[in-house]
């Protein structure tokens, strides 16, 4: 009985860690989101749907590569944005069009690279800090990343947002968020014989 207030005390923690690093990313979904309102000449995005996969690989002590693919549907009445990335042809890219009329790059290809990095690093972030246990062993290992984000400017933030995480099998992990104006899911799978650290 004795280590358990320092058991809670360190869940607290681990709660406030999750919460800050789930902060973070929903900062740059609005980064993103900011970006098409603009380059648009929207009044505001009632609702979008952004879908984020990133494919991971790290070798021994190398920081982790990754390719990323963006698909993001964004709305304002019956007016609809949707922004992507081509992977093989223009990785560092992320273009957005109107009803296939009118294209735009959303960054030059430098805020692509750091706009897709800090994707990477925060979903990273929020997935070590709901399973801190993974961080044990260091080697080669592939990770692939799915984050899923819906919002909705209708809504009203929660004080207590709804969070949960699930281990699904020793390589599969999800991670839930859910505030009435946002819905986060990030899916990690871990590939390779050991298990990744940062």
Do not use: W
């Amino acid at each position: 009985m004795s280590g358990q207030p320092s058991d809670e005390s360190s869940e607290q923690e681990d709660i406030k860690k999750l919460k800050d690093h789930i902060k973070d990313l929903g900062d740059l979904l609005d980064d993103l989101y900011k970006k098409v309102q603009e380059n648009f000449n929207l009044p505001k995005i009632e609702s979008s749907i952004t879908s984020i996969n990133s494919y991971c690989h790290k070798s021994g002590s190398e920081s982790i590569l990754c390719e990323h693919n963006v698909k993001s549907h964004h709305y304002y009445k019956d007016r609809e944005i949707m922004c992507y990335s081509d992977m093989p042809y223009f990785p560092s890219k992320i273009k957005c069009t109107e009803d296939n009329d009118r294209s735009v790059e959303l960054f030059d290809s430098l805020q692509t690279i750091s706009f897709l990095e800090k994707i990477k690093d925060n979903s990273l972030n929020i997935f070590y800090a709901a399973f801190p246990e993974v961080l044990k062993k260091s080697n080669d290992r592939d990770i692939l990343i799915n984050l899923d984000a819906y919002t909705d400017s209708k809504g009203q933030t929660k004080e207590n947002p709804e969070i949960s995480k699930r281990k699904i099998d020793e390589s599969s992990y999800t991670i839930e968020y859910y505030d009435d104006i946002r819905y986060i899911k990030i899916y990690v799978t871990l590939g390779g014989s050991n298990i990744l650290e940062i």
